[in-house]
């Protein structure tokens, strides 16, 4: 049987909470420090906290430690990665080869998707370094995939939804480049997401006051069959900074696809356990995205890219039609509500945005009446009676359990097995008086042991077996039903406790002799890891230069030549070969580098 891992954000303990109760059978958190989202760390006891909570299900809890490090981190770090070790943490997410060099606990490495987990050479390196999992590149198709696994032994985890870097995963220096504020040290301040103009050589205006690198979000729910088909056997949610109500509608929308698969195809199963009961109908259009794309999963495709906002939009509900004074009129199928959040469009291709304050039919009065335009076409970016019903759900993922009841003589056996054939037995002894009513009896002694409560267990079956019934008072048969399910939730607890091994971390060839600045070598533990595998010449990291004129600060499948009609392999538009292109701020001119062959483009600072 092949168990497939959805894998979910957590920002804090009430997210990643969340994340288990609607389906996640791991999630992936900040540690303390050394994330990539430095404004999502938290602390051990938090930590803890989530894994006691994920091991009760058998999901696992990730931590990421995924940022460079710097000489005089590096004691720091190796100290945490022991904590989190000691507080039962089921993996580390690590970027930095440093680490490798530290004296580790037996704990698991998976290998950031900032490793830059593009190219199969790069992939069986870290394979052969000793990684469990590596973490692929968000740019790989179906096709690399397919051929990645053919050709490695180690478990693969692949994104399939949520915010997309334009960036190649640990490549990207634009945001330290301009601001000093690294990426690869969790302090990215999202250059992508603002307006640029494109020019050519001449200095001719392409493409003015646009968002030019703001990629739309991932959204592979379409192809979930053939990402499992494929070999991979953890599929990745982005999110670290998102809320729970994000969590709850993303996490249970993915868990019902993947149970729906895991019906028709019986060699893949859920990793842990437990159902999921919600009372409300997940939707990726009522929660945060910027329009969506599968990106390159089926190959390059156009308008991965929203040039005119980098804001969630939401769904598309219908159509402005006319306009009144204090009203407009509004042509959609959907039924709007008050508190809604509505926005469009307007002739300029600027996103307006109003909040709804009244409904009538079709006729919906707005805060606002200034920016309305007949014709608009609508999005609802904020659903009011969703987000609602959102916050009202409090579902707890619920594991199903037998009880088998004897009773003979004086003697009680109150016996548990959960679905994953965990078992616990009570057995309680006395003088029980004999039942004058013994139907009546049993009836009562199942409705007692059938009130599970704010356990996480859900009662499935009772049997029961005796030779006389007697009559037992409910306070026992309640105390009785409470310690035999506290017993079985201790024996789960500790049959997720598997033996581990210290991490084998060997040091084979790796394919270069050199390494410049995109190996993001910025400690003495990195420089040592990387000579060990036969690198001769390593150049300090990007953030240890002193001048960056003249380096590629972004590499990206993003083809702005391909966006605009311009790619000389698809069109003859008579633009000579390297003729490059311009990305123009407000203090910046970014020169545009084309790789035709690896279909990539470079930014480079000046």
């Known amino acids: 049987m092949n168990k497939i891992e959805l894998l979910a954000p957590a920002k804090n303990l009430e997210t990643g909470i969340a994340a288990i109760n609607y389906g996640a059978d791991a999630v992936y958190i900040g540690a303390p420090k050394f994330g990539a989202r430095s404004a999502a760390g938290n602390t051990l006891e938090d930590i803890k906290e989530l894994i006691d909570y994920a091991h009760r299900y058998w999901a696992k809890v990730f931590i990421t430690m995924n940022t460079i490090l710097y000489d005089n981190e590096l004691k720091e770090a190796e ?113 992508c997401r603002m307006k640029y103009d494109l020019v050519d050589e001449e200095g001719t205006v392409i493409a003015k006051d646009k968002y030019l690198l703001s990629l739309k979000d991932l959204n592979l729910s379409d192809h979930l069959e053939e990402v499992i088909e494929s070999g991979i056997c953890s599929l990745k949610i982005e999110g670290r900074l998102k809320d729970s109500s994000y969590l709850k509608n993303v996490t249970s929308f993915y868990r019902q696809k993947l149970d ?14 437990g159902q999921i009961n919600i009372d409300f109908t997940p939707d990726l259009d009522k929660t945060f995205n910027r329009g969506y794309t599968n990106y390159f999963f089926s190959g390059r495709v156009p308008e991965i890219a929203n040039f005119y906002t980098p804001k969630s939009m939401g769904k598309e509900i219908g159509k402005i039609i006319d306009v009144k004074k204090d009203h407009f009129i509004v042509e959609s199928k959907f039924k709007l509500n008050n508190g809604d959040g509505l926005c469009f469009f307007n002739k300029n291709k600027l996103l307006k945005g109003l909040q709804v304050n009244g409904v009538k039919g079709d006729r919906i009065f707005p805060n606002d009446m200034s920016m309305i335009q007949n014709g608009a076409i609508l999005y609802r970016n904020n659903d009011h009676e969703f987000a609602k019903i959102l916050k009202r759900d409090n579902s707890v993922r619920k594991i199903s359990v037998e009880f088998f009841l004897t009773i003979f003589e004086d003697t009680l056996n109150l016996t548990a097995i959960d679905e994953d054939e965990i078992s ?56 009785l039903r409470r310690d035999c399910l506290k017993q079985l939730s201790e024996n789960r607890l500790a049959a997720t406790k598997t033996e581990k091994s210290r991490p084998l971390i ?101």
Do not use: W
């Open 424 to 479: 616990a037995n009570i057995e309680l002894k006395g003088g029980f008086e004999l039942a004058r009513n013994e139907e009546m009896a049993i009836a009562n002694i199942k409705k007692q042991l059938q009130k599970t409560g704010d356990s996480i267990f859900t009662l499935s079956n009772i049997e029961t077996e005796y030779d006389k019934v007697p009559f037992i008072q409910a306070k026992l048969l309640n105390e």
């Open 79 to 191: 100290a945490l990665i022991h904590k989190l070790y000691e507080i039962g943490a089921d993996a580390l997410i690590v970027q930095d080869m440093g680490i490798l060099e530290m004296d580790l606990p037996p704990i698991e490495l998976h290998a950031s998707t900032q490793t830059h987990n593009y190219d199969l050479e790069r992939i069986q390196f870290l394979e052969k370094v000793g990684f469990k999992r590596i973490i692929l590149a968000r740019e790989l198709s179906l096709d690399q995939i397919k051929n990645i696994r053919k050709n490695t032994n180690v478990e693969l985890e692949y994104f399939i939804h949520g915010a997309l870097c334009v960036s190649l995963s640990g490549q990207c220096y634009f945001s330290q480049a301009i601001n000093g504020r690294s990426a690869n040290r969790g302090e990215c301040s999202q250059a």
């Open 506 to 606: 060997s040091h084979p060839q790796y394919p270069s002799k050199e390494l410049t600045y995109m190996g993001n070598v910025v400690n003495c533990n990195a420089q040592e890891f990387y000579n060990k595998c036969g690198v001769e010449k390593i150049e300090d990291g990007f953030e240890l230069q002193q001048n960056n004129s003249g380096k590629t600060i972004m590499t990206t499948k993003h083809c702005l030549r391909h966006e605009f009609g311009l790619c000389n392999k698809e069109v003859k538009t008579g633009i000579k070969k390297n003729s490059p292109l311009y990305l123009v701020d407000n203090k910046n001119r970014y020169r545009l580098e084309f790789n035709c062959q690896r279909c990539e483009m470079k930014i480079i600072f000046e």
């Open 260 to 273: 729906s698969i895991f019906d028709k195809k019986r060699e893949f199963e859920a990793s842990s356990s």
